[in-house]
C-alpha cells in the first residue's frame, strides 16, 4: 500500500499541493485526473521522491516517512526501487540501445547477472511488442516504440508501484492507442498502476479509482462509476465534457 | 637545405618524444582529472559548509583563466622558491622544471576543461538524471553510467581544443630551461644561422602532431555519436 496524508509541496511561493491525503491500493489501476498546473505530476513525482515535499506523511507498506524530516538516501532508493516512473517525453538513455536502456537498472541496481538480465529484457520487450527493435538506439525509435520501451524498462525492475506521467500525452492517436493496449494488459495482470493522463476514454476503461485534483487539493476520489455519474458536481461534469468534446 | 633539415629533424623529433609529447600527455590527463572533480563540484547541488569548497574552486577556475599561462610557468618554477614558510617549506618550494612544468600545465588545462565539462554536462536534459534517479540507482552511477557518457559527445570537440592548445602551449616550456622542441630549434638556430628554417620546421612538426590529433577528434566524435539519428 502506498499512502500519503497532509502532502503540501510548494515552488517558491506557488503553493501546488495543498494538504493531499490520497492512498493508491495495491494491484489497483488508481486515475489521476485533472486540469493542467493542478499538480498531477508533481503529486506523481513525489511519489517516487523525484519532488521533495515541505511536509506530509508517506507510507510505503509498513513503513512511515515524514517529509518535513527528510527521507534517508537509503530509504529514497529503496522508495525508488519499488514505484518505477514512467514519463510523457520517455526519458529513455539515448546511449545505450533499446535492450541495454531494459537491462540497465537490473544490473545496475538488482545487481543481476548480465545473462540473466538480458533474458529479461527480451521477454519484456517481446511482451511490449518492440523485440524487433532491440539493437535499435532510442533515436531510431517511433514514439509509441520508445514509450513501451520505457514501460518495459520499469518492469524489468519488478517494482511494486508503476507511476506513468501523462504517458500518452506526446503521441499521436495511433502511437497512443498501441501503448494504452500496453497498459490495459498491465491492469489486466492487476498491478499496481498510477496513471496521470488527459485521455478519459481510458480511464474509464481501466480505472479502479479515480482522483481528481485542482489547485492542488482533492475534489474527487473515489470510483470510476462514482466519478462519471450523474449525479456528479458541476466541476467534474464541466471538465468531463470539456475533455469528450461532448459541447463544441 | 636539405642537409641542414636532415640533420635538425632527428634532434627536434627526439625533444618531441622525450619532452613536448609526454608533458602534454600527462598534464591532458591530470587536467582532465582536475577538471572533472571541478565541474562536479560546481554542479553540486549541496549547500552549506559545502559552499566553502566550491568558492575555492571557482577562485582555482579564475586564477588559471585569468593570468598569461607563461607567467604562471614563471611563478611556478622561478617564484615558488622564494615561497618560504617555516612550517611546512622553510627553504622555498623548489620543483624540478619538468614537474613544474607539467604541474603548471596541469592546473592550466583543468581550469578551462572544467568548463567545458560544465557545460556539457548542464546540456544534457533533466529528465536523464531523473529516469535514472527514478530506477534507484545512486548518484555515482547515475553520473558513471548515465551522464559522463552522453556528456562526453558534448565534451570532445572543446576538450580536443584544449589538448592541441596545450600540445602548442608546451613550447613556452622553453622559457623554464625545459630542452622541449622548440627550445631546441632555438639551440640549432643558433648554431647554425638558419632562424627562418629552423622555426618553420618546428612550426610543421607542431602541425603535424595536432593534425594527427584533429584526424583522431573526427574519429573519437564517430564512436560517441553512434547513437545520435543522423541528418541527412
Known sequence: ?248 | MWSIIIKALPQLIAAGIKYTLPMAVIAFIFGLILALITALVRLSPRGGAFNIIKVIFRFYVWLFRSTPLLVQLFIVYFGLPYLRWAPLWPNGIKLGALTAGIITFSLNTGAYASETIRAAIASLPRGQWEAAYALGMTKRKVLQRIILPQALRVALPPLANSFIGLVKDTSLAASITIVEMFEVSQQIAAENYQPLLMYSLVALLYAVVCSLLSWLQGHLEKITSRYVLKRP
Open chain 1, 1 to 248: 500500500m502506498l499512502k500519503v496524508q497532509q502532502l503540501t509541496k510548494s515552488f517558491g511561493k506557488n503553493e501546488v499541493l495543498h494538504q493531499i491525503s490520497v492512498d493508491f491500493p495495491e494491484h489497483e489501476t488508481t486515475v489521476v485526473l485533472g486540469p493542467s498546473g493542478s499538480g498531477k505530476s508533481t503529486l506523481l513525482r513525489s511519489l517516487n521522491l523525484l519532488e521533495h515535499p515541505e511536509s506530509g506523511q508517506y507510507a510505503f507498506d509498513n513503513r512511515h516517512f515524514d517529509f518535513a524530516k527528510g527521507i534517508t538516501a537509503k530509504d529514497t532508493l529503496m522508495i525508488r526501487r519499488q514505484t518505477e516512473m514512467v514519463f510523457q517525453d520517455y526519458n529513455l538513455f539515448p546511449h545505450l540501445t533499446v535492450l541495454k536502456n531494459v537491462m540497465e537498472g537490473q544490473i545496475q541496481v538488482l545487481g543481476l547477472p548480465k545473462k540473466e538480465a538480458e533474458a529479461k529484457s527480451w521477454e519484456l520487450l517481446k511482451k511490449v511488442g518492440v523485440a524487433s527493435r532491440a539493437q535499435a538506439y532510442p533515436s531510431q525509435l517511433s514514439g509509441g516504440q520508445a514509450q513501451r520501451v520505457a514501460i518495459a524498462r520499469s518492469l524489468a525492475m519488478q517494482p511494486k508501484y508503476i507511476l506513468l506521467d501523462e504517458p500518452t500525452s506526446a503521441l499521436d492517436p495511433e502511437a497512443e492507442l498501441e501503448v494504452l493496449k500496453v497498459l490495459k494488459q498491465l491492469h489486466e495482470e492487476n498491478r499496481s498502476l498510477v496513471i496521470v493522463t488527459h485521455n478519459l476514454a481510458f480511464a474509464q476503461q481501466v480505472a479502479d479509482k479515480i482522483v481528481f485534483l485542482e489547485d492542488g487539493q482533492i475534489l474527487f476520489n473515489g470510483t470510476q462509476e462514482a466519478f462519471f455519474s450523474p449525479k456528479q458536481t458541476s466541476r467534474i461534469k464541466t471538465f468531463i465534457q470539456a475533455m469528450t468534446f461532448a459541447q463544441i
